[in-house]
Protein backbone atom coordinates (compact mmCIF):
# COMPACT_ATOMS: atom_id res chain seq x y z
CA UNK A 1 0.00 0.00 0.00
CA UNK A 2 1.00 3.79 -0.59
CA UNK A 3 1.98 5.79 1.87
CA UNK A 4 2.67 9.60 2.21
CA UNK A 5 4.44 11.88 5.08
CA UNK A 6 4.17 15.06 5.70
CA UNK A 7 7.09 15.54 8.41
CA UNK A 8 6.21 19.24 8.69
CA UNK A 9 3.13 19.63 11.00
CA UNK A 10 3.81 23.37 10.99
CA UNK A 11 5.22 26.32 9.07
CA UNK A 12 5.92 29.59 9.03
CA UNK A 13 6.71 32.20 6.40
CA UNK A 14 6.76 36.34 6.54
CA UNK A 15 4.73 37.74 4.15
CA UNK A 16 6.82 38.04 0.47
CA UNK A 17 8.54 35.61 1.57
CA UNK A 18 9.31 32.12 0.04
CA UNK A 19 8.70 28.58 1.84
CA UNK A 20 8.80 25.09 1.01
CA UNK A 21 6.31 22.45 2.03
CA UNK A 22 7.93 18.77 2.27
CA UNK A 23 6.81 15.33 0.69
CA UNK A 24 7.58 12.15 0.66
CA UNK A 25 5.80 9.29 -0.14
CA UNK A 26 6.42 5.64 -0.57
CA UNK A 27 5.46 3.25 -3.47
CA UNK A 28 5.75 0.07 -5.93
CA UNK A 29 4.47 1.66 -9.13
CA UNK A 30 6.60 3.65 -11.74
CA UNK A 31 3.17 5.41 -13.10
CA UNK A 32 1.71 7.56 -10.64
CA UNK A 33 0.08 11.30 -9.70
CA UNK A 34 0.82 13.57 -6.80
CA UNK A 35 -1.22 16.42 -6.06
CA UNK A 36 -0.75 19.25 -3.23
CA UNK A 37 -4.26 20.38 -1.62
CA UNK A 38 -4.94 23.40 -0.04
CA UNK A 39 -7.87 23.63 3.20
CA UNK A 40 -8.51 27.11 4.73
CA UNK A 41 -10.05 27.53 7.81
CA UNK A 42 -13.51 27.27 5.35
CA UNK A 43 -12.66 23.46 5.51
CA UNK A 44 -12.90 23.34 1.34
CA UNK A 45 -10.60 21.69 -0.05
CA UNK A 46 -8.50 22.95 -3.08
CA UNK A 47 -6.44 21.76 -5.74
CA UNK A 48 -3.35 23.77 -5.75
CA UNK A 49 -1.59 21.49 -8.26
CA UNK A 50 -0.98 18.08 -10.06
CA UNK A 51 2.10 16.78 -11.18
CA UNK A 52 2.61 12.98 -13.41
CA UNK A 53 4.97 11.02 -12.80
CA UNK A 54 6.01 10.15 -15.69
CA UNK A 55 6.85 13.87 -16.56
CA UNK A 56 10.36 14.89 -15.70
CA UNK A 57 8.84 18.61 -15.79
CA UNK A 58 8.18 20.07 -12.04
CA UNK A 59 4.27 21.73 -12.37
CA UNK A 60 4.18 25.10 -11.88
CA UNK A 61 0.98 27.18 -10.91
CA UNK A 62 1.27 31.03 -11.03
CA UNK A 63 3.28 31.52 -7.29
CA UNK A 64 2.94 27.49 -7.10
CA UNK A 65 5.55 24.91 -7.88
CA UNK A 66 6.92 21.89 -7.40
CA UNK A 67 10.37 20.11 -6.73
CA UNK A 68 9.36 16.68 -7.82
CA UNK A 69 12.47 14.23 -7.17
CA UNK A 70 11.58 10.62 -8.68
CA UNK A 71 14.05 8.47 -7.30
CA UNK A 72 13.89 9.91 -3.63
CA UNK A 73 10.22 9.72 -3.43
CA UNK A 74 9.90 13.49 -2.75
CA UNK A 75 7.49 15.65 -4.01
CA UNK A 76 7.92 19.25 -2.31
CA UNK A 77 5.60 22.22 -2.57
CA UNK A 78 6.98 26.01 -3.22
CA UNK A 79 5.15 28.99 -2.57
CA UNK A 80 6.52 32.32 -3.60
CA UNK A 81 5.85 35.63 -2.95
CA UNK A 82 3.92 34.23 0.16
CA UNK A 83 0.19 36.20 0.64
CA UNK A 84 -1.78 36.00 3.95
CA UNK A 85 -3.94 34.08 1.93
CA UNK A 86 -2.04 31.14 1.83
CA UNK A 87 -2.26 30.30 5.26
CA UNK A 88 -4.14 27.33 5.32
CA UNK A 89 -3.60 23.54 5.88
CA UNK A 90 -1.62 21.93 3.15
CA UNK A 91 -2.07 18.63 2.35
CA UNK A 92 0.12 16.36 -0.23
CA UNK A 93 -1.77 13.18 -1.67
CA UNK A 94 -0.81 10.28 -4.52
CA UNK A 95 -3.06 8.63 -6.67
CA UNK A 96 -2.18 5.15 -8.40
CA UNK A 97 -2.38 5.88 -12.51
CA UNK A 98 -5.12 4.07 -13.23
CA UNK A 99 -7.14 4.45 -9.58
CA UNK A 100 -9.46 6.57 -8.28
CA UNK A 101 -8.34 7.11 -4.73
CA UNK A 102 -6.42 9.58 -3.07
CA UNK A 103 -3.85 8.86 0.16
CA UNK A 104 -3.40 11.92 1.88
CA UNK A 105 -0.96 12.89 3.91
CA UNK A 106 -1.61 14.26 7.65
CA UNK A 107 -0.93 17.69 6.50
CA UNK A 108 1.20 20.72 7.28
CA UNK A 109 -0.23 24.07 8.76
CA UNK A 110 1.10 27.09 7.04
CA UNK A 111 1.09 30.18 9.25
CA UNK A 112 1.53 33.89 7.34
CA UNK A 113 3.31 36.35 9.26
CA UNK A 114 2.48 40.30 7.92
CA UNK B 1 -25.44 25.94 -8.37
CA UNK B 2 -23.80 23.03 -9.96
CA UNK B 3 -21.36 21.21 -7.69
CA UNK B 4 -21.40 19.00 -4.29
CA UNK B 5 -23.16 19.46 -1.75
CA UNK B 6 -23.06 17.86 1.67
CA UNK B 7 -25.77 18.11 4.43
CA UNK B 8 -25.65 18.52 7.66
CA UNK B 9 -22.86 20.91 7.30
CA UNK B 10 -22.50 20.46 11.58
CA UNK B 11 -24.31 17.05 13.47
CA UNK B 12 -23.80 16.50 17.08
CA UNK B 13 -25.35 12.87 18.02
CA UNK B 14 -25.29 10.51 20.84
CA UNK B 15 -23.71 7.39 20.88
CA UNK B 16 -25.16 4.29 19.65
CA UNK B 17 -27.78 6.54 17.36
CA UNK B 18 -28.30 6.21 13.91
CA UNK B 19 -26.85 9.20 11.21
CA UNK B 20 -27.04 9.52 7.59
CA UNK B 21 -25.17 12.17 5.78
CA UNK B 22 -25.81 13.14 2.44
CA UNK B 23 -23.92 14.30 -0.48
CA UNK B 24 -25.12 15.53 -3.85
CA UNK B 25 -23.27 16.17 -6.53
CA UNK B 26 -24.50 18.16 -10.04
CA UNK B 27 -22.15 16.92 -12.43
CA UNK B 28 -23.24 13.24 -13.01
CA UNK B 29 -19.61 12.38 -12.07
CA UNK B 30 -19.04 8.42 -11.78
CA UNK B 31 -16.70 8.66 -9.37
CA UNK B 32 -17.77 9.39 -5.46
CA UNK B 33 -16.17 9.04 -2.31
CA UNK B 34 -16.32 9.23 1.46
CA UNK B 35 -13.19 10.52 3.33
CA UNK B 36 -12.84 11.47 6.94
CA UNK B 37 -10.47 14.11 8.09
CA UNK B 38 -8.70 13.53 11.86
CA UNK B 39 -6.02 15.65 13.59
CA UNK B 40 -2.66 13.76 12.39
CA UNK B 41 -4.05 11.49 9.96
CA UNK B 42 -5.31 14.26 7.00
CA UNK B 43 -7.99 12.38 4.97
CA UNK B 44 -8.20 8.70 4.69
CA UNK B 45 -10.99 7.11 2.50
CA UNK B 46 -13.84 5.48 4.35
CA UNK B 47 -15.64 3.91 1.00
CA UNK B 48 -15.55 4.65 -2.94
CA UNK B 49 -18.58 4.48 -5.97
CA UNK B 50 -17.73 3.57 -9.00
CA UNK B 51 -20.70 3.79 -10.62
CA UNK B 52 -24.69 3.44 -9.25
CA UNK B 53 -24.98 0.28 -7.30
CA UNK B 54 -21.60 -0.12 -6.85
CA UNK B 55 -19.47 0.71 -4.14
CA UNK B 56 -16.46 -0.72 -2.46
CA UNK B 57 -14.41 -0.17 0.97
CA UNK B 58 -11.34 2.05 1.75
CA UNK B 59 -8.94 2.44 4.58
CA UNK B 60 -11.60 2.75 7.16
CA UNK B 61 -14.60 1.09 6.12
CA UNK B 62 -15.64 -0.34 9.59
CA UNK B 63 -19.13 1.17 10.75
CA UNK B 64 -20.22 2.79 7.70
CA UNK B 65 -22.42 1.63 5.53
CA UNK B 66 -22.92 3.35 2.30
CA UNK B 67 -25.44 3.33 -0.44
CA UNK B 68 -25.46 4.75 -4.19
CA UNK B 69 -28.87 3.94 -5.73
CA UNK B 70 -28.65 7.00 -8.15
CA UNK B 71 -25.33 8.66 -9.52
CA UNK B 72 -25.66 11.91 -8.02
CA UNK B 73 -26.11 10.72 -4.51
CA UNK B 74 -24.28 9.29 -2.23
CA UNK B 75 -25.31 8.57 1.78
CA UNK B 76 -23.14 7.50 4.45
CA UNK B 77 -24.63 5.69 7.30
CA UNK B 78 -23.02 5.63 10.91
CA UNK B 79 -25.42 2.50 11.87
CA UNK B 80 -24.64 2.94 15.23
CA UNK B 81 -22.23 5.81 16.12
CA UNK B 82 -19.49 5.96 18.19
CA UNK B 83 -17.28 8.47 19.70
CA UNK B 84 -14.48 7.37 17.75
CA UNK B 85 -16.77 8.74 14.54
CA UNK B 86 -16.40 12.38 15.21
CA UNK B 87 -14.72 13.73 12.50
CA UNK B 88 -14.92 15.77 9.74
CA UNK B 89 -16.38 14.04 6.69
CA UNK B 90 -15.72 15.03 2.99
CA UNK B 91 -17.58 13.73 0.06
CA UNK B 92 -15.91 14.20 -3.02
CA UNK B 93 -16.70 13.05 -6.90
CA UNK B 94 -14.65 12.23 -10.24
CA UNK B 95 -14.57 11.30 -13.81
CA UNK B 96 -12.14 8.47 -14.41
CA UNK B 97 -9.02 9.51 -16.76
CA UNK B 98 -10.01 10.11 -20.53
CA UNK B 99 -6.32 9.89 -21.57
CA UNK B 100 -3.86 12.30 -22.39
CA UNK B 101 -2.94 15.11 -20.79
CA UNK B 102 -6.57 16.10 -19.46
CA UNK B 103 -7.59 16.46 -15.75
CA UNK B 104 -10.87 15.19 -16.05
CA UNK B 105 -10.00 12.81 -12.87
CA UNK B 106 -9.60 15.59 -10.68
CA UNK B 107 -11.41 15.25 -7.49
CA UNK B 108 -13.94 18.22 -6.14
CA UNK B 109 -14.67 18.25 -2.49
CA UNK B 110 -17.69 18.93 -0.91
CA UNK B 111 -17.74 21.39 1.94
CA UNK B 112 -17.66 18.75 4.64
CA UNK B 113 -19.74 18.21 7.58
CA UNK B 114 -18.44 18.24 11.00
CA UNK B 115 -19.56 15.39 12.99
CA UNK B 116 -19.71 15.34 17.06
CA UNK B 117 -20.67 11.93 18.89
CA UNK B 118 -21.18 12.67 22.48
Known amino acids: AQTVTQSQPEMSVQEAETVTLSCTYD???????LFWYKQPPSRQMILVIR??????QNATENRFSVNFQKAAKSFSLKISDSQLGDAAMYFC???????????FGAGTILRVKS | DAGITQSPRYKITETGRQVTLMCHQT?????MFWYRQDLGHGLRLIYY???????DKGEVPDGYVVSRSKTENFPLTLESATRSQTSVYFC?????????????????FGPGTRLTVL
Open chain 1, 93 to 103: AYRSLYGNKLV
Open chain 1, 51 to 56: QEAYKQ
Open chain 1, 27 to 33: TSESDYY
Open chain 2, 27 to 31: WSHSY
Open chain 2, 49 to 55: SAAADIT
Open chain 2, 92 to 108: ASSEPLAGGNDHTDTQY
